[in-house]
């Protein structure tokens, strides 16, 4: 097992022991919380993969309104009256942060909810303290390099490390807003972050083929998975985030996708995909349509599958090329 693989395994053991030891201590009059067996806390999450694991920390406490849908490009949504009503009336919301919920504070404004307000103390921000990459410098802040992130790649659930971070961030959170639920918060997180450990062994066995191949991406959806298991997407069809291809700049990412031999052409399912068709079509790669959000009402097992989902389609297209 390499040393990256060591670190993994070590930072998620931290977690586990982390939480395992809050869960032994003691109960805070949980009873009084879910008693009745209704749940004590209504959250709204920003996004499916949120939903998922906001779902398998806070279990039988709360119920889970996801605000956008799977097949919706997080980074714009329109915020309408429905969204406002939901958030109004929710205990707790749930975000990435990292600017990745561009469209939420005119949510948030409309619903007259103080408590999840910036700073409030039922906002809680799942990316808080990640290691983000492709953070931009100095002039790459400009317009003029398309929609960039101050605070880099918000794509970052789909490293599975990060995603401890994500739930400890929320288990944290949900323990804020309702502290009498604290020990079922830390005994779930520590059952989530235990069953990831035993999948990231899956993963890497699965993504071995990965390690060191190139990929094309219309956007830079995936660059965290490319990061955690070894593999490159050094070409994005857009000319910059949130700008699509000019004809130079697609015929440049198609000449480049010959030089390097690349297998596949990855997208999401809201990008138009008129520009890797074109590039697919001329060099034989193949364009591959990836989720990038578990199914809105899954669980924990939901956000297991999408990394299950998209690794083996990005094995499939390697081992066929």
């Known amino acids: 097992m390499s040393a990256r693989d060591d670190g993994l395994r070590l930072a998620l053991s931290a977690w586990l022991v982390f939480w395992i030891v809050t869960a032994a201590a003691p109960a805070q009059a949980e009873a009084n919380g879910a008693s009745d067996g209704l749940p004590s806390l209504h959250v709204a999450a920003t996004m499916p993969v949120l939903g998922a694991l906001t779902r398998a920390i806070g ?4 119920e889970v309104t ?10 714009f949504v329109t915020p309408r009256p429905t969204l406002m009503r939901t958030v109004a009336k929710t205990d707790a919301l749930v975000e990435t942060g990292l600017g990745m919920e561009i469209w939420l504070e005119r949510v948030v404004t409309g619903s007259g909810n103080a ?20 953070v931009p410098r100095g002039n790459e802040l400009s317009r003029s390099h398309g929609d960039v992130h101050p605070q880099g790649n918000p794509h970052a659930w789909f490293d ?3 995603c401890v971070r994500f739930a400890a961030n929320i288990a944290e959170g949900l323990t804020r807003v309702d502290p009498a639920g604290a020990q079922t918060y830390a005994r779930n997180s520590a059952s989530f972050v235990e069953a990831l450990n035993e999948k990231m062994e899956e993963w890497a066995a699965l993504a071995a083929p990965l390690r060191g191949r190139k990929f094309v991406s219309y956007h830079t959806t995936w660059s965290y998975l490319a990061a ?12 910059r985030p949130g700008i699509p291809p000019s004809a130079r700049h697609r015929d440049s990412v198609l000449e480049a996708v010959r030089a390097n031999a690349i297998p596949a052409l990855l997208t999401a399912p809201y990008y138009d995909r008129r520009a890797l068709e074109y590039i697919a079509e001329a060099t034989g790669a193949r364009v591959l349509v990836l989720p990038v959000q578990p199914n809105a009402d899954s669980s924990g097992q939901g956000y297991f599958a999408l990394i299950d989902e998209v690794l083996a389609a990005l094995v499939a297209a390697v081992e066929e090329r």
């Open 115 to 134: 408590r999840v307000r910036p700073g409030g103390p039922a906002r809680i921000v799942a990316g808080v303290g990640i290691a983000a990459l492709e």
């Open 59 to 62: 279990g039988e406490r709360i």
């Open 66 to 75: 996801v605000l956008t849908l799977a097949q919706q490009d997080p980074h």
């Open 160 to 162: 599975p490390l990060v």
């Open 228 to 239: 955690r298991f070894g593999f490159e997407i050094p070409f994005q069809v857009e000319v």
